[in-house]
Nanobody, 115 residues
Framework: QVQLVESGGGLVQPGGSLRLSCAASGSIFRIYAMGWYRQAPGKQRELVATITSGGSTNYADSVKGRFTISRDNAKSTVYLQMNSLKPEDTAVYYC?????????WGQGTQVTVSS
C-alpha cells in the first residue's frame, strides 16, 4: 500500500511557474514508476509525465519542453516543475504510483492558470 499526498498547486498567471510535489509513504518508493496526470473540467484524465524507477522520463506532447518530472528516492518524493504555464494547463493534477499490478493515486491538487 502506498499513500500519496500532492502539494504545490495554486493560481498562477500565464507564463508563470509552479512546482508540484508528491510525497509517498507506506512502501518502498524506489521500486515504483511514478507519474503525473491531470483532469480538466469536462475532460478525461490524461497523462502529463512519467518517470520509471530507473529515472527514464516520458512526457505528453503538450508539455514537452515546459514541464520536468523528477524524483528524489531519499525523500520518497516526485516533483513536477511546470514552466511557461498556459491557461490550457488548468486542471486537477494527480500523482500516480505503479508497480506490476499495483496502482495508487493521490487526492489531487488544483492548478489554475489565469490572468
Amino acid at each position: 500500500q502506498v499513500q500519496l499526498v500532492e502539494s504545490g498547486g495554486g493560481l498562477v498567471q500565464p507564463g508563470g511557474s509552479l512546482r508540484l510535489s508528491c510525497a509517498a509513504s507506506g512502501s518502498i518508493f524506489r521500486i515504483y514508476a511514478m507519474g503525473w496526470y491531470r483532469q480538466a473540467p469536462g475532460k478525461q484524465r490524461e497523462l502529463v509525465a512519467t518517470i520509471t524507477s530507473g529515472g527514464s522520463t516520458n512526457y505528453a506532447d503538450s508539455v514537452k519542453g515546459r514541464f520536468t518530472i523528477s524524483r528524489d528516492n531519499a525523500k520518497s518524493t516526485v516533483y513536477l516543475q511546470m514552466n511557461s504555464l498556459k491557461p490550457e494547463d488548468t486542471a486537477v493534477y494527480y500523482c500516480n504510483a505503479g508497480y506490476t499490478y499495483l496502482n495508487f493515486w493521490g487526492q489531487g491538487t488544483q492548478v489554475t492558470v489565469s490572468s
